[in-house]
């Protein structure tokens, strides 16, 4: 398994179109997501819109360029780092702090803690049928100096620029993600605004509208997966979910130096494209914006966070998430039709 990261001069147009070629098909039909230079006016319009596009040449992370394997063994320090592992290379987010009243639930993706070292060894003597890995660790304090460097140097003027222009509240957390090739993160949702930076390999997105909820039937919010879907993209079961037939949406691939815009509740999914390398990025999640004022209709965006708000009161008056599905069914069925 290469643990170097892709730096190849192929990183140019060609590499895109080549992964292009070699990418997995599903059942439903995507565009591409709009790709341009931060001083593009599109891109504003986009933003401003709440719509994905990839902006190339902000320079976000261009500090980090150099954080590889060896690098990030030897720099980041030997904290334990969260890692998950699965045997499968789908890695299923999960809320621990949920996972008590699923004593029974079987998680396919298991939380480990170890140092940076121990991660490049198992991912460097990684062989077929081992598990899979992938690191996910919040950048804190605890990191070795020179990557505190590399991080101060961050393009911050123009993160900080976007956020005051979008008036997104405060960034609350920047995730070092650090994948073996063909790792997917299955389609879920975010509520908080994304700038996602892409520091090593490719990785390859599809997106969806908010809209697209009534497609994508997520678990109920009191559940561990809470705002991930439940459709498996790879069978579908269409009799559960048969709204998933009308679902499309939008693709992108991610490169070196590439920064994704992605909207708060807008669905995605993510995959380390297989056969380029480990993949590196960094993602900075900004709380949104507290609304001015309600406009009407409502935004596909605030009906989801009003049906999360009912969920949440129906679980919590009725104090018994066995009794929910009875009575949200009651009071639907044969009534609301
Ligand atoms: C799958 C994983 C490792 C995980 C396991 C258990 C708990 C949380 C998470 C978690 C959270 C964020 C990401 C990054 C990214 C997806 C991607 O890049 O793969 C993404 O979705 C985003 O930036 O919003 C990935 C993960
Ligand atoms: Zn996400």
């Given amino acids: 398994m290469a643990t170097s990261v892709e730096r190849s001069p192929e990183s140019g147009e060609d590499a895109y179109s080549t992964i292009r070629g070699e990418l997995k098909q599903y059942s439903f039909q995507t565009e591409p997501v709009p790709r341009l230079h931060h001083l593009d006016p599109r891109v504003e319009a986009l933003m401003r819109a709440e719509k994905p596009v990839v902006i190339t040449d902000t320079n976000l992370v261009k500090s980090a360029f150099h954080w590889d394997a060896d690098y990030l063994s030897s720099n980041i320090g030997s904290a334990k780092q969260t890692v998950y592992s699965s045997y499968k290379n789908k890695f299923l987010y999960y809320d621990d702090k949920k996972l008590?009243?699923?004593?029974?639930?079987?998680?396919?993706?298991?939380?480990?803690?170890?140092?940076?070292?121990?991660?490049t060894e198992k991912v460097k003597n990684h062989k077929k049928g081992d598990k899979i890995y992938y690191l996910q660790q919040a950048l804190n304090d605890s990191v070795g100096k020179s990557l505190v460097l590399d991080f101060i140097k961050f393009n911050w003027s123009w993160a900080t620029e976007q956020q005051k222009k979008y008036k997104w509240g405060a960034l609350t957390s920047n995730l070092l993600l650090v994948g073996m090739d063909g790792v997917i993160t299955p389609a879920h949702y975010d509520e908080q605004q994304n700038f996602f930076a892409q520091i090593g390999g490719f990785k390859r997105f599809l997106l969806f509208d908010p809209s697209m909820f009534e497609c994508l039937y997520?678990?109920?919010?009191?559940?561990?997966?809470?705002?991930?879907?439940?459709?498996?993209?790879?069978?579908?079961?269409?009799?559960?979910?048969?709204?998933?037939?009308?679902?499309?949406?939008?693709?992108?691939?991610?490169?070196?130096?590439?920064?994704?815009?992605?909207?708060?509740?807008?669905?995605?999914?993510?995959?380390?494209?297989?056969?380029?390398?480990?993949?590196?990025?960094?993602?900075?999640?900004?709380?949104?914006?507290?609304?001015?004022?309600?406009?009407?209709?409502?935004?596909p965006q605030q009906k989801v966070a009003m049906m999360r708000n009912i969920e949440k009161m129906v679980t919590s008056a009725i104090n018994n998430h066995e009794e929910v599905p009875h009575l949200l069914k009651t009071m639907v069925l044969g009534r609301y039709t």
């Fill in 100 to 119: 008590p009243q699923f004593p029974d639930l079987q998680l396919a993706t298991k939380h480990e803690e170890m140092t940076f070292k121990e991660f």
């Fill in 218 to 299: 997520p678990y109920p919010v009191y559940h561990p997966h809470d705002r991930q879907s439940q459709v498996d993209f790879d069978n579908p079961d269409h009799e559960r979910f048969p709204n998933f037939r009308n679902l499309y949406g939008q693709e992108a691939i991610v490169g070196p130096g590439d920064v994704l815009y992605l909207p708060i509740y807008w669905w995605h999914q993510v995959e380390s494209v297989p056969n380029h390398g480990m993949t590196v990025s960094v993602n900075f999640w900004y709380k949104s914006g507290t609304e001015e004022k309600i406009v009407y209709p409502l935004k």
